[in-house]
């Protein structure tokens, strides 16, 4: 017995080396994984229906596969129990998982719109706030060009009132260097008239005495 059930084994681990692959516990509730391929061998672990169990081995004859669980332990359950597919209640869990995201998918996809045209908004006000920005901008550039050009006109202007300014200032200088000559010219008028006046009364006194000598003498003579 004890050397059939070593044969069993190490063809079990042979042919689970060559072949491995997945079955699911059956829609019964429990079945027992065991250390042997008989109902004498100790129970393992109690497999709860839908339990995925990798296969490392089958054993016709005895109508036990050895598996291993996903926590990694190992034994032989009976093969009848094992199946392809997961059982009734998995799939039907797993189809109302899946119908629950299917019957999210709508509100989510409406949330997203709805963050979507929230983002559209918000990217329109920030574009129509950057053309206001923009216009405002242009405007001070051209009222600063504006002011520039002014400051530009003023400066000439006030190059152009310099130049006339001096040009004035040297026409007044020699307006006044004119004057300055004619009161000369006139003061100098003056003084030789005067000295004419003079000189005429210093003639007139001496030539008026003899006159008038003359004019006696000539009386005197007719006498």
């Given at each position: 017995m004890m050397k059939r059930a070593v044969v069993t084994l190490l063809m079990?681990?042979?042919?689970g080396a060559a072949h491995a692959d997945t079955r699911y516990v059956t829609d019964e509730l429990e079945i027992t994984l065991r250390q042997g391929e008989s109902t004498g061998h100790k129970i393992v672990s109690m497999l709860k229906s839908g339990t995925p169990l990798e296969v490392l081995g089958s054993n016709k004859s005895t109508g036990y596969s050895r598996v291993r669980t996903p926590e990694g332990k190992e034994g032989f359950a009976l093969s009848r129990y094992?199946?392809?597919e997961p059982g009734a209640r998995e799939q039907l869990a797993a189809l109302k998982e899946r119908l629950a995201v299917v019957e999210s998918e709508p509100a989510r996809l409406t949330t997203e719109l709805e963050a979507v045209q929230d983002e559209h908004v918000r990217?329109?006000?920030?574009?129509?706030?950057?053309?206001?920005?923009?216009?405002?901008l242009?405007?001070?550039l051209a009222g600063i060009r504006q002011t520039?050009?002014?400051a530009i006109n003023i400066a000439n202007e006030r190059t152009d009132l310099q130049k006339r300014v001096a040009a004035l200032s040297r026409k007044v200088a020699d307006l006044e260097q004119e004057n300055r000559e004619l009161a000369n010219e006139e003061a100098q008028?003056?003084?030789?008239?005067?000295a004419g006046v003079a000189i005429g009364g210093i003639v007139l006194g001496l030539i008026l005495?003899?006159?008038r000598m003359r004019r006696r003498k000539t009386s005197w003579d007719t006498l």
């Open positions: 079990l681990a042979l042919a094992l199946q392809e990217l329109q006000q920030s574009h129509e706030e950057t053309v206001q920005a923009k216009e405002t242009e405007q001070e520039a050009a002014n008028d003056w003084f030789i008239i005067g005495p003899n006159l």
